[in-house]
Nanobody, 124 residues
Framework: QVQLVESGGGLVQAGGSLRLSCAAS????????SGWFRQAPGKEREFVGF????????YYADSVKGRFTISRDNANNTVYLQMNSLKPEDTAVYYC?????????????????WGQGTQVTVSS
């Protein structure tokens, strides 16, 4: 059974930083792309970034490029989202997800497994 468990969310002031973690079990990480998405109230879930486990290639949405960094811990099957220079518009529930696809996985339907989400609130 695949399980993704996020942690690290919270309340932070604008300009601050947070690091989210996503611990995975029940799958072979080297065969997946790990993605991060977020969903603000009243809005659709949107792509934040991904990392390909086989190559380490990362890709980010323009809205977070240069501020957010995705990394991984192969030994512990954990992927991280380091968020710096946070803005109030980054406030959302953040989700990690795993995709078995080999393409450029930026869309919700391309991901097979999802975590429960963790709230990030950035105050102005």
């Amino acid at each position: 059974q695949v399980q993704l468990v996020e942690s690290g969310g919270g309340l932070v002031q604008a300009g601050g930083s947070l690091r989210l973690s996503c611990a995975a079990s029940g799958l072979t990480f080297s065969m997946y792309t790990s993605g991060w998405f977020r969903q603000a109230p009243g809005k659709e879930r949107e792509f934040v970034g991904f990392i390909r486990w086989s190559s380490g290639i990362t890709y980010y949405a323009d809205s977070v490029k240069g501020r957010f960094t995705i990394s991984r811990d192969n030994a512990n099957n954990t992927v991280y989202l380091q968020m710096n220079s946070l803005k109030p518009e980054d406030t959302a529930v953040y989700y990690c997800a795993e995709s078995r696809g080999s393409g450029w996985s930026t869309r919700v339907h391309e991901y097979d497994y999802w975590g429960q989400g963790t709230q990030v609130t950035v105050s102005s």
